[in-house]
């Protein structure tokens, strides 16, 4: 039965609407379907993705650039200490196969020297005194201090009147006691000099135990060995109180009435002259003697090596002094140099003198002419000296 156009127009109608109902019932499970699958949001999600990547890419050449930087740090670093690495070596080489070359034959001629003043001073032979400068080579290579100031001063002390193998103990003594007060070996250096410059006064002034302190030396321990030994040498006199009295004089003839000890009044008291020669001497012994307490201590400390720099001082004087020694196997001890260097001189001024004769002959058979009369007379005016021309050429 055909449908009228009315009946046509409501079924449109009814199909539209049903038609809109299930569209909107499929976008809303569609909608489900997407969030349930996590595509909401998707294409924000696209966008933070690809900003995303954008950083990743610019964080890698970021790193790229640091790992070039840090490529060029680092070649510059193995450089750096490559070229380190070759100039250590070659200080190295200066310091123990160079330099010790011209140090050690300084170290030979010093000796030298040492020896014709300690003969000098003592009258001891050259066997003798040999003995005693390498006993103190031998000490200075088994510690710290230097052989050269050893050398350079103990001819100090024997010109003082110390005999020669006090003057070593001394020389030793001085060494171990600033090893034991923590002085180095150019602070024990200065120390030597300053007592031996007291020695030629026959006692030790203010002003060089001053040269003491300040090289950290003047420890309490050592002047207490310093006032037991004055006792002993008559200088002062210990009291019941444990303190001393001094027994000396000043210049002025006066005397002390203050007590002394290692912390009172020690000072002021050295100007009435108790710390003489003897005293000093016999404390520097004691120092130097290995079977005393205080140098059995003294002497341990001058073989400790605290430092790099220590070390390397101990061990360049070690060269410097085989060194020495080489050359003085080569050119001979004092005698043996002696006669060696004198004859190569008496050659060489041979030679010198005979050039010069040589030449001031020539010479002053060139000039005993006109020339001569000309240089004695002088040129007074311009007919003098064509004078004197003319006459020079009539000579020749």
Known sequence: MSKTVDQRIVEMQFNNGQFEKNVSTSLSTLDKLKEALGFKGSSKGFDDLTSSASSLGRSVE??????????????????????????????????????????????????????????????????????????????????????????????????????????????????????????????????MYNFAQALSAGYVKLIDWTSIENANMATVEFKEQLLESAVAAGTLEKTTDGMYKVLSKNINGGTMKETIDATHNFNDSLSYQWMTTDALVSTLKDYADETTDIGKKAYASAQDVKTFSMMMDTLKEAAQSGWAETWENIFGDFEEAKSFWTDLSNIFSDMIQNSADSRNALLSGGLSTGWKQLLDQGISDADAYKEAIIEAGKAQ
């Open 62 to 191: 970021t790193i790229q650039a640091k790992f070039s930087a840090l490529d060029v740090m680092a070649v510059t670093a193995l450089s750096n200490i490559t070229n380190s690495a070759i100039n250590l070596g070659k200080q190295l080489v200066n310091t123990f196969a160079i330099e010790p070359l011209s140090t050690g034959f300084e170290e030979y001629e010093l000796k030298m020297g040492s020896v014709q003043t300690i003969m000098a001073a003592t009258g001891e032979s050259l066997d003798t005194v040999n003995k005693y400068l390498q006993e103190l080579n031998v000490y200075s290579d088994k510690t710290i201090y230097s052989f050269s100031d050893m050398t350079q001063n103990i001819g100090k002390f024997t010109n003082a009147g110390v005999k020669l193998e006090d003057a070593v103990m001394a020389i030793k003594g001085i060494s171990n006691e600033a090893a034991v007060s923590g002085a180095n070996a150019n602070e024990a250096s200065r120390a």
